[in-house]
């Protein structure tokens, strides 16, 4: 099992920038691709950014490429969301998730196994 704690979250203006983390314990996240999602009220969970076990590819969201940067750190078992930029429309609540590494980047938020909780970003106009 993986145990998966988001943090980082706040109210920050448009244009400014935050950086969300996840800690992960239970075991090493080494051989877990791992995810961010976002969902705001009323909409579905929708995939944000996927990083590979090695930290050497990752792929993105169109709504959020050249501004958000996603980043792994397996000696500290964590993972990063560096967020710039920030719009209205990036305001939800942001998850971390993991699936064990197949090679394969997937978008859809079933496929990844493990979770965490959540936190808050809300960028104001």
């Known amino acids: 099992q993986v145990q998966l704690v988001e943090s980082g979250g706040g109210l920050v203006q448009a244009g400014g920038s935050l950086r969300l983390s996840c800690a992960a314990s239970?075991?090493?996240?080494?051989?877990?691709?791992m995810g961010w999602f976002r969902q705001a009220p009323g909409n579905e969970r929708e995939f944000v950014a996927a990083i590979n076990w090695s930290g050497g590819t990752t792929v993105y969201a169109d709504s959020v490429k050249g501004r958000f940067t996603i980043s792994r750190d397996n000696a500290k078992n964590a993972v990063y969301l560096e967020m710039n930029s920030l719009k209205p429309e990036d305001t939800a609540v942001y998850y971390c998730?993991?699936?064990?590494?197949?090679?394969?980047?997937?978008?859809?938020?079933?496929?990844?196994?493990?979770w965490g909780q959540g936190t808050q970003v809300t960028v104001s106009s």
């Open positions: 239970g075991r090493t996240i080494n051989g877990y691709r």
């Open positions: 998730a993991a699936r064990l590494d197949d090679g394969i980047y997937y978008r859809q938020s079933y496929r990844y196994n493990y």
